[in-house]
């Protein structure tokens, strides 16, 4: 079993950067692939960023990357979205997922354990 928690989030303006947090308990973290999802209003769940269990590979959205970097500290069992240059279009409840398989890439479906979210709302 993983629980996920995840904090960081709030108002910024556009431009301004945040880092979220994503604090997992449970002995398989080391060895889970994390991801960040968003969510916005009316809108799909999409992928925004997933790491591997070892950290080596990262991967991205294209409407992200360049701006957001993932990144994983295995002795603080927590996963991190370091997000800069924000935009209005970023606006979003933000999830972090688990998945046990050690599945790294967008499929949300490959996920087995999610946080509650995080609100982003970037003004403009």
């Known amino acids: 079993q993983v629980q996920l928690v995840e904090s960081g989030g709030g108002l910024v303006q556009a431009g301004g950067s945040l880092r979220l947090s994503c604090a997992a308990s449970?002995?398989?973290?080391?060895?889970?692939?994390m991801g960040w999802f968003r969510q916005a209003p009316g809108k799909e769940r999409e992928f925004v960023a997933a790491?591997?269990?070892?950290?080596?590979?990262?991967y991205s959205a294209g409407s992200v990357q360049s701006r957001f970097t993932i990144s994983r500290d295995d002795a603080k069992n927590t996963v991190y979205l370091q997000m800069n240059s924000l935009k209005p279009e970023d606006t979003a409840v933000y999830y972090c997922?688990?998945?046990?398989?050690?599945?790294?890439?967008?499929?949300?479906?490959?996920?087995?354990?999610w946080g509650q979210g995080t609100q982003v709302t970037v003004s403009s």
């Open positions: 997922a688990a998945a046990l398989a050690a599945y790294t890439g967008s499929n949300s479906g490959k996920y087995d354990y």
């Open positions: 449970g002995r398989t973290f080391s060895r889970s692939a």
């Open positions: 790491i591997s269990w070892s950290g080596t590979r990262t």
